[in-house]
């Protein structure tokens, strides 16, 4: 039997077109179900996208459309961004599809309900649009939200609520414990501090009155399930490999994973998610991308201009995993022509020049201790890195690796004859870094071994 592996992304909400804050997220996913395949295991990855809520129905009307209409335009480029990014997800679920996710938000809804900790009162809170979300007075600064700076909306409304404050000491137990293991350890410590306030009982639906756009809730179609009561239930949808063993999401969004989504599976009786893996934010030139400033990056763009592994690369490589990193063109292409072009580029065009010259096809000889060992020493950093979600240092190590074949050829000079071992051991190191950098760019690895098969180079990364 294989090891099962399964990891979602958090699914993008569809009020806006794909920004390159979700295309990171999506990569580094990507990477762990790439590294957890090549160790043979039965890996599965799901993204998608969330498709209901009162933020969407206004970017709908705002824009002329139905919800439907709307939703439909906005999936379709987040699905095409998992092509275009090159992404080996193994199913891309959407909250409006009434044959594969409704089903199970009804029977998930109807478990809460059957254990007692679904409930209705009237209501009086302030709510708002941006979190989709009822918050306290804890949650605003200046009187407005503090993740989306603007003041709630004060509602007053009879609702279904979550008795989440039923499950506060067990979230918190299994959170210190490392049973649901949050990462990085400032993340975790976070919550602990947020849960150990003790969590209140969560609205769970809106009237339908007011909100039609979403799934009714069962058995009382004036009232609609609340969107995150929703959302979450999307990653219960590949039922053989549940439970997550990697849920991938921004710190946004942590809170309502590590409360809401707990207390759900907890209600339900269903297994939790072994580990939340959470990822900062891209900020452009320091600042905060927002359409208003217009420095939001378009990952279409970039991709059409550099190449899908080219933009991979850099924001794996760039963006430290668990923090904010910044992105600027100008950041991005001096990487692109130091690491790529003159760096990982340059090595393999300089090696498959010297295998054609002298004619030497790879041979099935034992490497060279010197280059072994430090093969060796870049899979032990590799493999570390990685189980660390330090995605920046898997990649360090290979560069490294890199610099040292450059280093040998600068040295040994075999371009003058009589080091065609010198040539084969660079050969076989360069597959090993083909093999290596798989996971990051996957297209560049095929290109690298299709090369040096056939002793033919092409320009992998043209400098620009």
Known sequence: MKNKFYITTSIAYTNASPHIGFALEAIQADVLARYHRNLSEDVFFLTGTDEHGAKIAKAAEKSGKNPQEFTDEISAKFHGLTKGLNLSNDDFIRTTDQARHWPTVKDIWLKLKKNNDIYKKNYKGLYCLGCEAFITQKDLIDGKCKIHLKEP?????????????????????????????????????????????????????????????????????????????????????????????????????????????????????????????????????????????????????????????????????????????????????????????????????????????????????????????????????????????KFNEALIAIWELISFCDKIINEEKPWEGGKEKIIDDLQITIIEIANLIKPFMPETSGKIIEQIKNRVSQSLFPRI
């Open 153 to 389: 909306e004060a509602i007053g409304e009879e609702n279904y609520f979550f008795r989440l404050s039923k499950y506060s000491n067990k979230i918190e137990e299994l959170i210190k414990k490392d049973e649901v293991k949050i990462i990085p350890q400032e993340k975790k410590n976070e919550m602990l501090n947020f849960v150990r306030q003790g969590l209140e009982d969560i609205s769970f639906s809106r009237p339908s009155k007011d909100l039609k756009w979403g799934i009714p809730v069962p058995d009382d179609d004036s009232q609609t399930i609340y969107v995150w009561a929703d959302a979450l239930v999307n990653y219960l949808l590949p039922k053989k490999y549940w439970p997550a063993d990697i849920h991938c999401l921004g710190k946004d969004i942590l809170r309502f994973h590590a409360t809401i989504w707990l207390g759900m599976l907890l209600s339900s009786k269903l297994p939790l998610p072994k580990s939340i893996f959470v990822h900062g934010f891209i900020t452009s030139n320091g600042q905060k991308m927002s359409k208003s400033l217009g420095n939001v990056v378009d990952p279409f763009e970039l991709i059409r201009k550099y190449g899908a592994d080219a933009v991979r690369y850099f924001l794996l490589r760039e963006i430290p995993a668990t923090e904010d990193g910044d992105f600027t063109i100008e950041k991005f292409e001096q990487r692109y022509n130091a690491d790529l072009a003159s760096g990982l580029g340059n090595l393999v065009a300089r090696v498959i020049t010297l295998a054609e010259k002298f004619k030497i096809q790879i041979s099935k000889s034992k490497i060279n201790p010197k280059f072994e060992i430090q093969i060796n020493k870049t899979r032990e950093k590799y493999k570390k890195a990685l189980e660390e979600f």
